[in-house]
């Protein structure tokens, strides 16, 4: 089931969620890069770091979310393009596209079913010596996302939402051992980040902008209102405010960054 994304909501915790990018980004070591491209792109607010730290590269932010393109066309400087980053690790037998020398991904690869898959395919479009890094949630196992699938389940809504997309990702070793099979130099770990919420019912308007969009959106409108106020009370629950009103959500990143080896080098 198609849905689509509000970037002024997903950018309420902007600096929440543009921490573990910088992190990522902080263990990459390339130097002078040509092309670098940011797979899931989102509003673009994350993709102006890439540029300011390469200014000699051409990069290019790519999103399926005509919505997430149309906020990023307000940062000057880069290329951006609505496009399904599977597209991008399909096999290019005439090697007709251009190598890319830093390839991101940020928060996006969970979205997609069975991404393992595309792992090889995305080192494939990397010059030699070029890096992949990427960083996904590794929570969907905490209250945030669990009560979300529990509620899910119970009718009346379980009839609207079963086609609702939901995220999954795997534990960093995982990952790690695709890209070393693939011969590539890996290091891949996690973070626990806890983050201080304030406001009512914040952990609800934290998910409602990611994970849970899929699901509110599926449900019909007489029905959302509904899950909503059982959703927030179950987070209530499990993510009780202290007496000055704040909120403490624990969220796991997984982090991998990749480098491919170096080989015959690509004119």
Known sequence: MSHTWDP???????????????DLLARVPAESPRVVVDLGCGPGNLTALL???WRGAEVTGVDSSPEMIEAARAVDGIRWEVGDLRDWARPDPLALREPIDVLVSNATLQWVLDHLELLPGL????????WLAFQVPGNFDEPSHTTRTDLAAREPYAAHVGDARVPASHDPAVYARVLLDLGCEVDAWETTYLHVLTGEDPVFDWVSGT???PTLQALPDDLRP????????????AYPADAAGRVVLPFRRIF????KPQGVPVP
Not at 123 to 130: A, E, H, I, N, S
């Open 8 to 22: 002024d909501r997903y950018l309420a915790y902007a600096d929440e969620r543009g921490r573990p990018f910088v």
């Open 256 to 259: 991998v960054v990749a480098r």
């Open 123 to 130: 080192v494939d479009r990397l010059r030699p010596g070029g």
């Open 226 to 237: 509904l899950f909503e106020d059982e959703f927030k009370a179950l987070l209530r629950e």
């Open 211 to 213: 994970g849970a969009r």
């Open 51 to 53: 540029a300011d730290r």
